[in-house]
């Protein structure tokens, strides 16, 4: 690891094998010269401009500053000492940006998530969580990047960016992914610490409120797909790649085909959106998908979130609720109303019961038997008589 170097103008300090610290005594890194140095980033836990201890981040520095090795230690001077000292203004437009800013997946990555069967979604989440930790560490090869960069970067998104666990966790599986079905790597010769998981209770809308909302609906599709969802508990990708060989009005059941983890299910086709349905088809005869767009493809999942929200907001329900949150009522109703666990489970499609547990943290269910101290209390603001 490299001495710590200090002079007039800065200090230039190894914070670790792979990073330094740079700290200006008479002005700042501005914003504008510090994202043309390759893999720089403003940490908030060390409250200054880092970098790689590399040559090509090195020579990114050239453009910025003069360079000079004396003693095995860089030392720098800014060539333009103004830019440094103003807080503002455009300092990079003559700058020559030597390293590109996208860094390419490699194919064998991309292959190997098609091939396992991950969803378009999932590619696409991997592709961009994997993108970004190649660029963070853009001069290496990436089959050389080392367990402990890779937990530097991970703490990197806790520390510096604050994200959220459900982000950390994503970031995390794409790059598990990468060691372990790509490069090959067995999972003892890494370790990567995962965050704590968040335990939120998820937002449910009594009857009532779901009633509200349903009331609101008045155009015949709009209502169909929004009956259907909190009727049989659908996610929104499961509605909109619903067909319409899917509805059986016979055994009153709906094939849910592919959904979360490939797997599929039946779940329950009410009396309620089944005379809906039967309406809907003879008005809008769709062809193959039961919800069909303007060219006959898939119905928009924009838009079905459109549809709730235009329709929450024309109620006085104030609760953060969005289209998922239908699903969430429909499980905590059936198990209000009595319905096992299990069933609910099969219906939700949930691999382990443990998902499906979580609404008995949010049900009611025999919340309306047990009293509350308070009430046994007799409370008045009168003055205590005088037994004397």
Not at 14 to 21: A, V
Not at 280 to 300: I, M, V
Request: hydrophobic content about 30%.
């Amino acid at each position: 690891m490299k001495k710590k170097i200090e002079n007039a103008n800065y200090i230039l300090s190894p914070i670790s094998k792979e990073r330094y610290k740079i700290e200006f005594k008479l002005g700042k890194l501005t914003k504008e010269h510090a994202k043309n140095i390759r893999g720089c980033y403003w940490s908030k836990t060390e409250q200054t401009w880092v970098m790689p201890q590399t040559q090509e981040a090195i020579l990114q520095l050239e453009n910025l500053f003069t360079l000079k090795i004396q003693n095995n230690n860089a030392i720098l001077n800014p060539k333009n000492k103004t830019n440094f000292a103003e807080k503002s203004g455009n300092h990079s437009s003559n700058i020559k940006k030597t390293i590109p800013q996208k860094t390419a997946i490699p194919k064998e990555y991309i292959d190997t998530l098609k091939l396992k069967g991950y969803s378009n979604a999932t590619i696409k989440s991997y592709k961009i969580h994997l993108s970004r930790f190649l660029s963070y560490y853009n001069n290496i090869e990436p089959h050389e990047i080392s367990d402990e960069q890779v937990r530097e970067y991970l703490l990197h998104l806790i520390n510096d960016n604050n994200l959220s666990v459900s982000y950390q966790n994503v970031a995390i599986n794409s790059i598990k992914f990468y060691y372990e079905k790509v490069l090959r790597r067995t999972a003892d010769t890494y370790y990567f610490q995962r965050p704590k998981k968040e335990k939120k209770l998820p937002i449910v809308l009594s009857e009532e409120e779901i009633t509200e909302i349903l009331r609101q609906i008045s155009n015949l599709k709009h209502k169909c797909i929004i009956y259907i969802i909190y009727s049989a508990g659908l996610r929104l990708s499961e509605v909109i790649n619903l067909q319409i060989s899917d509805i059986d009005s016979k055994r009153k059941v709906i094939t849910i085909r592919g959904g979360k983890g490939k797997k599929d299910r039946i779940t329950l086709l009410s009396e309620t959106i089944l005379v809906l349905l039967r309406e809907y088809y003879k008005e809008y005869k769709p062809q193959k998908w039961l919800f069909e767009g303007q060219k006959g493809d898939k119905y928009s999942p924009t838009s079905i979130q459109k549809i709730f929200k235009t329709a929450l907001a024309k109620t006085k329900i104030t609760k953060n609720a969005s289209i998922h949150t239908l699903r969430h009522s429909f499980a905590t109703h059936l198990l209000e109303r009595g319905t096992d666990l299990r069933y609910i489970q099969e219906l939700l499609g949930h691999s382990s019961p443990k998902t499906t547990e979580i609404y008995t943290h949010v049900t009611k269910k025999g919340l309306n038997k047990i009293k509350s101290p308070l009430d046994n209390l007799s409370i008045n603001n009168k003055e205590p008589e005088n037994i004397n």
